[in-house]
């Protein structure tokens, strides 16, 4: 019964301490932040037809061209 009864203080402790453990958790907010920051660009300028859309396919094809000519 003792043996019983100090497992379960340890426990109690264990999750007391892992309730109060805040390390973590500013990265965790700002992962979901930057999920919900890329959820709503996706939306917005998913369009093909777009100016964005097709200002970031510019970039896109010219950083492209001058990567394949410098490993060429």
């Known amino acids: ?3 019983l009864s100090a497992t379960r203080a340890q426990v109690r402790n264990f999750a007391s301490k892992f309730i109060k ?3 973590g ?7 979901i932040v930057a999920a ?3 959820a709503v660009i ?3 300028f998913n369009k093909d037809t777009g100016p964005v859309s097709k ?3 510019g970039v896109f ?3 492209k061209t ?6 060429s």
Not at 25 to 31: D, G
Not at 66 to 71: E, Y
């Open 1 to 3: 019964m003792l043996y």
């Open 21 to 23: 453990n805040e390390r």
């Open 25 to 31: 958790v500013t990265a965790i907010e700002y992962a």
């Open 36 to 38: 919900g920051v890329s």
């Open 42 to 44: 996706l939306v917005i």
């Open 55 to 57: 200002m970031l396919e």
């Open 61 to 63: 094809n010219t950083l």
């Open 66 to 71: 001058k990567l394949i000519s410098i490993i």
